[in-house]
Antibody, heavy 120, light 107 residues
Framework: EEQLLESGGGLVQPGGSLRLSCAAS????????MTWVRQAPGKGLEWVSA????????FYADSVKGRFTISRDNSKNTLNLQMNSLRVEDTALYYC?????????????WGQGTLVTVSS | DIVLTQSPDFQSVTPKEKVTVTCRAS??????LHWYQQKPDQSPKLLIKYASQSISGVPSRFSGSGSGTDFTLTINSLEAEDAAAYYC?????????FGQGTKLEIK
């Protein structure tokens, strides 16, 4: 069974850092582009970042560009999101998602999310 | 950025009713429009891809239509389990964006 399991969330002060991970299983991880999408409490969905299957191409939302770095380790079937200079407005449930087929979108499979809370 | 505007924001509906949710894009996106369902305390689930293409395992009562700037998600004969928030998502250009969501309540 295909599974995506996020981890690494928690409470951090403004200006702090966190590293999120997403462990993939049940599919050929290295064949798929992957994405991070976040959802602030009680709000809608926001696309954050994406990475190609091989890891050589990355994209970021303007709201996180220069602060977040997406990466992947295909040997360990793991997707990462390094989050620096965190702001209160980064507070959200962060989902990792697998793309459909060989394209970047849509997002066919989602993890359960990991909660990031930025507060003093 | 392409803005997606969904309507309505909220709808209270009865079982077996036909429901229509619309999504309007701020510029033409072709057929690069996808629909997701998110039930309370669950992660989103892909319902429809590329405006009208069905997804394996999704009930046939869910269908999509449209192209360009105007899109529709239709739920025929609504069931109680369809109580959820529904989001449209465009992948025509970066950044990918989502609609604000439509919450369906079952009476």
């Amino acid at each position: 069974e295909e599974q995506l399991l996020e981890s690494g969330g928690g409470l951090v002060q403004p200006g702090g850092s966190l590293r999120l991970s997403c462990a993939a299983s049940g599919f050929t991880f290295s064949s798929y582009a992957m994405t991070w999408v976040r959802q602030a409490p009680g709000k809608g969905l926001e696309w954050v970042s994406a990475i190609s299957a091989g890891g050589g191409t990355t994209f970021y939302a303007d709201s996180v560009k220069g602060r977040f770095t997406i990466s992947r380790d295909n040997s360990k079937n793991t997707l990462n999101l390094q989050m620096n200079s965190l702001r209160v407005e980064d507070t959200a449930l962060y989902y990792c998602a697998r793309a459909y087929g060989s394209s970047w979108t849509p997002f066919e499979n989602w993890g359960q999310g990991t909660l990031v809370t930025v507060s003093s | 950025d392409i803005v997606l505007t969904q309507s309505p924001d909220f709808q209270s509906v009865t079982p077996k009713e036909k429901v229509t949710v619309t999504c309007r894009a701020s510029q033409s996106i072709g057929s690069s429009l996808h629909w997701y369902q998110q039930k309370p305390d669950q992660s989103p689930k892909l319902l429809i891809k590329y405006a009208s293409q069905s997804i394996s395992g999704v009930p046939s009562r869910f269908s999509g239509s449209g192209s360009g700037t105007d899109f529709t998600l239709t739920i025929n004969s609504l069931e109680a389990e369809d109580a959820a928030a529904y989001y449209c998502h465009q992948s025509s250009s970066l950044p990918h964006t989502f609609g604000q969501g439509t919450k369906l309540e079952i009476k």
